[in-house]
T-cell receptor
Framework: NAGVTQTPKFQVLKTGQSMTLQCAQDMNHEYMSWYRQDPGMGLRLIHYSVGAGITDQGEVPNGYNVSRSTTEDFPLRLLSAAPSQTSVYFC?????????????FGPGTRLTVL | DQQVKQNSPSLSVQEGRISILNCDYTNSMFDYFLWYKKYPAEGPTFLISISSIKDKNEDGRFTVFLNKSAKHLSLHIVPSQPGDSAVYFCAASLSAGNMLTFGGGTRLMVKP
C-alpha cells in the first residue's frame, strides 16, 4: 500500500513552459486535492475533486488546471508557468470530503520557475 | 487576510518539558479544527482534531484545547521529545464545507 505518491520530487521550469504534476493514490479514496505551500502562508487549496469526473476550484486556482478521469489519479497542470508559481505542491486524498475524514498527503513536489 | 494564524513561526523547548503551540482564527463559523505535523521533505500528517462542541481533546502526549470565545486553540505536547521536532500546522473547517484553511505553521525544535 503506497498511499499517496507524487512525481516528480523536484522540477525547474522556465517562465512560459508547461508541465503536469502527477498524483496517484491506492486507497480507493473519492476525495483528492492539491495544495501549495509557501513560506508563512501555510497550505492553500488549489483544486479538489470529490470523485472521478468531478472537480472544483479551491482558494488559489488561477494558472492551474485539473482533471479526474480515474479514482486513482489527479494530475495538476500548469499551462504557462510563472515565477509566482514557485512553491511546494502537495496532493492529498481522503475517503470523503468531510473534514472529519483524515486527509493523507503525498511527499510533495518542489517547483521552481525561473 | 488569513483566517487562521499561527503567530509564532518557531518555538524551542527542552526535552521533557511542555511544548505549547498556539493558533488563532477569525471566522466564527469554523467548527472543526485539526493539527498536522510535517517533517522536512515529507507531506503533512494528521495529528489530532477537535470539534467545536468540545473544549479539549487528548491523545497520548498530545492535547488540543479550544477556546471558542477567544477564537483560539492550542496544542500541548507533554513531555516533548526530540522526535517531535517538526513544523506544526493548525487547520480549520466550516461545517458545511470540506475545505481546510491552514495557518502558516510553527517550527518546533526540541533540544535533547
Amino acid at each position: 500500500n503506497a498511499g499517496v505518491t507524487q512525481t516528480p520530487k523536484f522540477q525547474v521550469l522556465k517562465t512560459g513552459q508547461s508541465m503536469t504534476l502527477q498524483c496517484a493514490q491506492d486507497m480507493n479514496h473519492e476525495y483528492m486535492s492539491w495544495y501549495r505551500q509557501d513560506p508563512g502562508m501555510g497550505l492553500r487549496l488549489i483544486h479538489y475533486s470529490v470523485g472521478a469526473g468531478i472537480t472544483d476550484q479551491g482558494e488559489v486556482p488561477n494558472g492551474y488546471n485539473v482533471s479526474r478521469s480515474t479514482t486513482e489519479d489527479f494530475p495538476l497542470r500548469l499551462l504557462s508557468a510563472a515565477p509566482s508559481q514557485t512553491s511546494v505542491y502537495f496532493c492529498a486524498s481522503s475517503y470523503s470530503p468531510s473534514a472529519t475524514d483524515t486527509q493523507y498527503f503525498g511527499p510533495g513536489t518542489r517547483l521552481t520557475v525561473l | 487576510d488569513q483566517q487562521v494564524k499561527q503567530n509564532s513561526p518557531s518555538l524551542s523547548v527542552q526535552e521533557g518539558r511542555i511544548s505549547i503551540l498556539n493558533c488563532d482564527y477569525t471566522n466564527s463559523m469554523f467548527d472543526y479544527f485539526l493539527w498536522y505535523k510535517k517533517y522536512p521533505a515529507e507531506g503533512p500528517t494528521f495529528l489530532i482534531s477537535i470539534s467545536s462542541i468540545k473544549d479539549k481533546n487528548e491523545d497520548g502526549r498530545f492535547t488540543v484545547f479550544l477556546n471558542k470565545s477567544a477564537k483560539h486553540l492550542s496544542l500541548h505536547i507533554v513531555p516533548s521529545q526530540p522526535g517531535d521536532s517538526a513544523v506544526y500546522f493548525c487547520a480549520a473547517s466550516l461545517s458545511a464545507g470540506n475545505m481546510l484553511t491552514f495557518g502558516g505553521g510553527t517550527r518546533l525544535m526540541v533540544k535533547p
